[in-house]
């Protein structure tokens, strides 16, 4: 278990709650706390987050909870991925199942929310291609399996949360929106990656406004954030590939402004770097960019 000597990682106080999937370098998992905060305390993480909702029994959870409460480190997301929209009975509930489980997990860590995809009637991936995942029915479904899990955990403190996607049923603000108020649950929130609905040559070049809109749709319904960038590839296509944050176009003066507006203590999640070095300099970029906006992390 962690050392409660350590105290807080960054002090307590209003700034933005950076963090990143550091177990993409270090490898290691909240339930070794002692060692993820240590990886935390030297980057000045002040969240976390959770891929593998498999952490161990109730005490253990327990044990997990009150170390990063004591080190001032929140467990942003804890990720229930599986693929609630798998044509395959079998397969589908067992999806739901795992992120039945993922959510009360969540709750018991006192994590901000447990986050899957919306799903896709591709059985290779949730995140894959296919013509029916836009159809009625396909939301329907979203709307029903959410409803589901809701029903089952009962959370009282984590939200369940989606992360938009663009080949899945919630590919857009105004799909999310709706899907919100189809839900219509008090524990169902946004986990917002507005970098997902970059999916055209305006709205590429529009980040601002895109951003904007986000905000103003969702308002407090936003839990948590993720942190990358994008950059466009072929100009005969609308090709687009994620790249570190201030690598690309995305406007993040405007994004990480609109963050703290909305709450100073907001989870902020950098993800899908592999190496420590490619963190560091994310970090040394948001970082600054805080400080140009009247913001911190």
Not at 93 to 116: F, G, P, S, Y
Not at 128 to 137: I, V
Not at 182 to 207: K, S, W
Not at 273 to 286: C, G, K, R, S, W
Request: with cysteine.
């Amino acid at each position: 278990m962690g050392d409660a000597r350590h105290g807080p990682i960054n002090g307590k106080g209003t700034a933005l709650r950076l963090g990143a999937t550091i177990h993409r370098f270090c490898g290691l998992r909240i339930d070794d706390p002692s060692a993820y905060l240590s990886v935390c305390r030297k980057f000045g993480f002040r969240a976390a987050t959770c891929p593998d909702h498999q952490l161990g029994d109730l005490a253990q959870l327990r044990a997990i909870r009150k170390d990063f409460s004591v080190a001032d480190v929140v467990i942003a997301e804890i990720g229930g991925w599986a693929n609630c929209l798998d044509p395959r009975t079998e397969e589908r509930q067992q999806a739901i199942a795992t992120v039945a489980e993922a959510l009360a997990v969540a709750d018991e860590l006192d994590a901000t929310c447990c986050i899957n995809i919306a799903g896709s009637y591709n059985t290779k991936s949730m995140y894959a291609p296919h013509p029916d995942n836009f159809s009625d029915d396909a939301f329907d479904a979203v709307v029903q399996w959410i409803q589901q899990v809701l029903h089952e955990v009962r959370p009282r403190r984590a939200k369940l949360t989606i992360e938009a996607m663009p080949w899945t049923p919630i590919c857009t603000p105004a799909k999310y929106q709706k899907l919100c108020e189809a839900v219509d649950h008090a524990a169902f929130a946004v986990h917002l990656d507005p970098f997902n609905f970059v999916t055209d040559a305006e709205v590429y070049f529009r980040t601002g406004a895109l951003i904007d809109h986000c905000f103003d749709l969702f308002g407090d319904r936003i839990v948590a954030c993720h942190a990358k960038d994008i950059w466009q590839l072929d100009p005969k296509t609308v090709q687009l590939t994620e790249v570190p944050p201030g690598k690309g176009i995305f406007d993040y003066r405007q994004f990480v402004r609109r963050v703290h507006q909305l709450s100073p203590e907001m989870p902020m999640v950098l993800e899908h770097l592999d190496t420590e070095l490619e963190y560091q300099q994310a970090t040394e970029f948001v970082r600054t960019v805080a400080v140009e906006v009247g913001a911190s992390c």
